[in-house]
């Protein structure tokens, strides 16, 4: 399994903090993203953020990255500390 | 040092852990402070979100950047967390070294790649006690821009 995090607005938006997402099926960023947009219209919406960010276990990257079972995704808004 | 934490600090305290050891002969230290007027609007409150385990680990890479770059005897990083008033201190950056230059550069550096890359997220309440989220500035990713066109 993967498991998937949301943070900020991404979360409030989606309602959504937390989910597990068979590794099977998503086997990159990529793959993952187009199935949790294929979820409905709010999904599609919120996660078609041009400004979206992901880490794949606590590191930012890109949407190229391969998944494989037990790792952490986490799609975020740019960061606003300091 | 790094500290992700919800307890206030003492800038004197961390100031005497900066120069410990005689070969510092510079000390720059950064706080970040909560702000009357952000976006236009009357801050009353700020709360800072972030994510627990890679928050302390970015800070822990940007750290290791700056001293691959400078010459850093000593570095502290502490970001607050949770809910903050007025004037409280937000964001501290200590950074002892030999001489001037290294320090006031490593500061500058850390607090443009903390402001851009530490997964941290200020949600502000207004005056009217309406929520909401801080949008991101171009301003802060074209400062993080001049580290890497050198």
Redesign the interface.
Known sequence: MIKV?F???IR?QLATSELQMASDENSSVQALLSNLKARDDKWNRVLSNT?LMV?VN???CNDNVDLHSGDEV?F??????? | MIKVQSEDFNQQVEYNRLRKDPSVGAVVTFS?LVRDINQGEQVSTLT????P??TE??LAEIVKQAESRWNIIDCTVI?RIGELQLLDQ??FVGIASLHRQDAFAACEFI?DY??????????ETNAQQQSY????RDSDQEALNKWTDK
């Open positions: 995090l943070f900020a607005q409030d400004r880490a606590q590191t930012i986490a975020f808004p740019p960061v606003t500390g300091g | 970040g800072l979100e972030h994510y385990g890679m680990s970015s970001h937000i964001v607090m903390l402001k851009t890359q530490a997964p941290f997220w200020k949600k989220w801080v949008d991101a």
